[in-house]
Every structure is written in structure tokens, then in C-alpha cells.
């Protein structure tokens, strides 16, 4: 990222409550979208706390970033790309054993606010029947509308594996697109 | 390739999520904190540039003054003295009973430039002084190069094996003394001259 900060970034830099506010509602959104489209190794781990940690080492790291506010998208994916990586190795490495469900009926059941943004339930089965780069790429480009540029930044890939990957995802996803019609009901 | 309403399908209604008071100010926060430490940056890296010359030159001074220590490290002389020991002991006519001395042994590990180890050039010349310190009374303390000196020293280290010329005198030479030395040797006559002992000793073993 070579270009130059715009004023949002400029002013998130320096630690603008205001800033992050607008960075907030510009990519917060998809972001969760985004994270929920990819198989979570965690179970304990939602979308929305990868999401929040994503934040938070955004916040840490704003310096080291350089360019405008949407270039920042890309920026800021990469990072949940990389953190979601770590949390996947990390349950791979503290693996937990199954709860009976008696127990867990015993605790109460908070209703998230996940069902008022969830991606349709077929677009989630069809994607987890991709290739991992595949599957995030259309997750990108598809699912919550990055460009080309800002999914290559996210995916740490080039603009044309992003090109490549994109063409290959949604040819396999329209030759099940029969298959979707259980999961749309 | 596909068809748009497909694609529109895949396409996520994105929520505008406002973000938690307490959370923006953690995010304010953190990025303040980042913004400032500029200052001592440098300062960590200056003590960095000094730091890795002095690590890097502690390492080689402690590697050197290893090698010291051990025999053959860099102190080790030109590979010249070991055919000199051996042509002094395999000389015709002497036995070869002092080929284990023990109390070489931990004359071998000392540094050079410690007492009773001298390097090995001048060992092979033949010096007097480990003669007297072992108890050889082989005469006078000669020069370096006395074939008297040298000889007798030797003859008297073969009859006792604890105190033998070659300790103190000769901490590089290898302990052994192959009969065959004689077809072995590689040098010319000239250039151990002075280290056998052959005369010194037989005239002890008329003697005796």
C-alpha cells in the first residue's frame, strides 16, 4: 500500500474516536458477514469476537498502514484473515471434548443479533463446498462486495489468483446451483 | 458465464453496525498509544547497533581463547615436531616402554603460554628445561639443539616412565613409537639434528 492516507485514516491515526466511528460503520458490517461465511474451527469463537479482535489489533497496528479509507477494507481483512488463522491453529491445538446436552440446557439461551444480518443458509453450504481460496474469494466479491484490489489485500494474493479464483468459485457454485433449492426453503 | 441473478443471490444484506461507546474508546485508545512512541524508536536501535558488534566480538574473542585451550587448536604448531618424537625414540636399539606416559597426559591440555607448555617448535628443537623439571639429570641444561642434552634427557625418561623426559618437554608429540619409525621417516637427516639419542644411550646400556 504505497498510496497516501486520506483524512479518515489520517484522523484514526491519531486516535480520532469520530474517525473510527465512520471506519466503524463503513466495514464493521461486512466484516462479520464476511468472517461467518468461513468455517469457524471454534465453536466457542463466533464471528463477532474475531471481528471485535480484528478491531482492536487494527486499532494497534493503524501506522504501519498507508492508503484511503476503502483500500483500508482490504487492510482490515487481511488482519481477521490472519487472526482467524491463529484461532484455527489454536483449537487445533487445545481441542475440547463434547458437553452432554442436559448440561447445556441448564444455562439460558441469549438470542444474538446474528439472524438480522446471516447470510442465507444455502449460500453458506454452497460456499463450504469450495476450495478455501475459492470460497473466500466469492466470499469477497460476492457476498459483501469487496473489489478485486481490496480481496487481493485481504487474501495476501494477487489481483489475478483473485480473478482466477473468483471465475472458478462461481462456475462450481452455478453447476450446484440445483442443489440450493432444499437449503432455500 | 453465470447468470446475474445468481450472483445477486450470493450478495449479503450488509448491516450498518454502530459501534459500542466503550469499544470506540478502547479503538481510540489504542491507536493514541501507537502514535506515540516515534521518539525512542531510534534510541532502541542505536543500542541495537552497538550491542550486535560487541556480541559478535565477544563470541570470537571466547572461540579463540577456546581453541587455546584445547590441544589442537590454534595453537597447534606445524605438524614438523610429530615425526621429530618419533625418530628420537625409535632410534636403534631402545626400547619403547614410553609410549602411554601418564604424566603426559594432563601436560597435553594446557594453554600455550602456560608453564611446561611450550610450543611446539622449540619442544622439537630438544630443550633442556623439562629434563631437570622431571628429574632427568641428563647434564648440563643445553641449548636448543644440544644432542647430548637431549639424549640423555630421553635415556633417562625410558628406564622410569613417570618421569620422563617427554613430559613437560614434548606436550604435542603423539604417544607412539612405531619400530617401523625408521622406513617412515619423510624428513632428511638434517633437520632433527640433535634429537636422537642413539650415542647417550648406549653408552648407559654399556654402563649398565
Redesign the interface.
Known sequence: MTSSDDQLVAR??????EA??AL??DH???L??WLSTRPQADAAIAAEDLA?ET??TA?????AFHGTSSEFAGWLFGIARKLGGNVHRRSQRRRTDPVDLQTLDRHPVVVGPEP??A??EW?LHALASLPPRERDV?GCR????LDVESTAAALGISSVAVRVAH?RG??R??ER?PERVPFDV | ???RP??D???????????DDV?????????????RPTGPGPVTGGWRVVLVPVAVAALLIGVAWLSGLRPGGLAEPSPAPAPADSTRTSAPGTTTTTTTDPASSPLRSLPAGAPGAEPGPRVAAGSAPPAHQTGASGGPAQGVGDPGAQGQAHAHGQTSPPHSAHAGGYPHDPPKHSPKHPAQHPHGPDEHAGDHPAPQAHQDRRRR
Open positions: 484514526a491515526k491519531t486516535g480520532d474516536a473510527w466511528r466503524y460503520r464493521a458490517g461486512r462479520v458477514v471485535a478491531w482492536l486499532a494497534e497496528k493503524i501506522h438480522a444480518y447470510v442465507k449460500v466469492v460476492e457476498v459483501v462486495g471465475h462461481l462456475r457454485l452455478a446451483l | 458465464m453465470t447468470d445468481f450472483r443471490e450470493l450478495r449479503a444484506v450488509l448491516p450498518t453496525l454502530e459501534p469499544f470506540l474508546a478502547q479503538l481510540s485508545a489504542r491507536a493514541a498509544a501507537g502514535a
